[in-house]
């Protein structure tokens, strides 16, 4: 990692993202619920005052379910304040890389280029796609990263939840008919910083191979069994396929490799 001049502001350290950049960048600044980026004048001030020379905005909401209960918050904080950070961002010269997401699309494809125009069909969608486009609108200096289905050991995701429901359940119900790309949390956070380093534009980031959550909960449990979304009931509707094709930046490794380093990892904590 080519050494940076200036400080370097994670936002949204607390979340599971924040938390794997905080050990990449061990001298960096970090903020979580403390630094409300709803609040426009605050984000510009305490941005002039720190004059980073990099900024990584991890702060969102991702609650899918609880996004669509409220997409006016969901707007507040994924649209609009992702914008306040892009402003204070390119007023001091700073580097961003903002963090978006996959179910920025729409899920009628089988998979989507950076260059693909958003297409979402929940409010957690509608609200990063807005933020995406705020990004766009401030100028300076920004880099878009979408990323997908993020695991990583020591937090509670996906594959956390397979593994104690496993152990609870004879039988796991897990959807089989929505694909994308699970994405592990350090290998992404490692590779962030050469985001930061390339050209200014949009990215894609995930682990290689499409795979159902079913896909993926069977590598990881003996009990699961396919179900499809017909079957579950959850508030807001999501992408069918919103598997992200990465044609910029040299390949992650496949998920299952990824699947494995966590596999071990988790195994030498119990």
Known sequence: MAPVEGPVLILGAAGRLG?????????AVLTGHDLEITDGAAVREFVAVLRPSLVYNCAALTDVDACEEDPARAMAVNGEGAGHV???CARVGAVLVHLSTDYVFGGAKDGYLESDGPDPVNAYGRSKALGEARVREAGGDWRIVRTSRLFGPGENDFASQMRTRSLVKPVVPVIDDEWSRFTYLPELAGRLPGVAAAPPGVYHLANEGAVSWYGFARELIPNAAPVTVGQCRRRAPR???ASLRNTKLPPMRHWREAL?????????EA
């Not at 938390?19 to 001298?27: F, G, K, N, S």
């Open 19 to 27: 938390r794997a950049l905080a050990r990449v960048y061990p001298r």
């Open 86 to 88: 892009a402003r204070a």
């Open 239 to 241: 992408p069918r396929c």
């Open 260 to 268: 494995s380093d966590y596999v071990r990892l988790v195994a030498g």
